[in-house]
T-cell receptor, first 117, second 112 residues
Framework: AAGVIQSPRHLIKEKRETATLKCYPI?????VYWYQQGPGQDPQFLIS???????DKGSIPDRFSAQQFSDYHSELNMSSLELGDSALYFC????????????????FGPGTRLTVL | AQSVTQPDIHITVSEGASLELRCNYS??????LFWYVQSPGQGLQLLLK??????LVQGIKGFEAEFKRSQSSFNLRKPSVHWSDAAEYFC??????????FGPGTRLSVLP
């Protein structure tokens, strides 16, 4: 079965650089969520999109932005990277409510490990 | 504030022993509850979930969890632990269309 795809899987950047993380949800999933998991921490919700519109916002820094495109993939853009941004970034997707899916069940991708030097 | 607590930061059990990982949530209504497992450097794998109905739910890898409304708990159990079960376990809830709230996690170590 198709799963959530995230790219790249690993990314190394230097301070003050920018990074773009991509997420491709499971087909027919219209909701995408982004989470940040620091070393030894639990995942923290950043932001979510439903039908290409921002649906909820968590602890996302102002330096970060995200969007969902017409094909439902999402990109998390991170600027002025700081050492503290080093973390595992997860994307999750939920089935379409219109399709009768269980929209509260999220399917997680493998994550992108970002290292800021 | 809505939250999920996992009282045990680290648990060590011997292979073949039984396991119970505790999870408590604070939320007025019955949320949707989940247990995820994460191996080092890996993503989150869903073990099981509770939406409604039977309060004892079965998951993958021989895990089960029991929802107890009176105790606001959703404890994860396994009758016989295998060495491959060593990982980090996260309890989470999802309340009606909003994002997930994860507990702090419990790290499970398995002794041979």
């Amino acid at each position: 079965a198709a799963g959530v795809i995230q790219s790249p899987r690993h990314l190394i950047k230097e301070k003050r650089e920018t990074a773009t993380l991509k997420c491709y949800p499971i087909p027919r999933h219209d909701t995408v969520y982004w989470y940040q998991q620091g070393p030894g921490q639990d995942p923290q919700f950043l932001i979510s999109f439903y039908e290409k519109m921002q649906s909820d916002k968590g602890s996302i820094p102002d330096r970060f932005s995200a969007q969902q495109f017409s094909d439902y993939h999402s990109e998390l853009n991170m600027s002025s990277l700081e050492l503290g941004d080093s973390a595992l970034y997860f994307c999750a997707s939920s089935p379409s409510r219109l399709a009768g899916g269980s929209y509260n069940e999220q399917f997680f991708g493998p994550g992108t490990r970002l290292t800021v030097l | 504030a809505q939250s999920v607590t996992q009282p045990d930061i680290h648990i060590t059990v011997s292979e073949g022993a039984s396991l119970e990982l505790r999870c408590n949530y604070s939320y007025g209504a019955t949320p949707y509850l989940f247990w995820y497992v994460q191996s080092p450097g890996q993503g989150l794998q869903l073990l099981l979930k509770y939406f409604s109905g039977d309060t004892l739910v079965q998951g993958i890898k021989g895990f089960e969890a029991e929802f107890k409304r009176s105790q606001s708990s959703f404890n994860l159990r396994k009758p016989s632990v295998h060495w491959s079960d060593a990982a980090e376990y996260f309890c989470a809830y999802h309340n009606y269309g909003q994002n997930f709230v994860f507990g702090p996690g419990t790290r499970l170590s398995v002794l041979p």
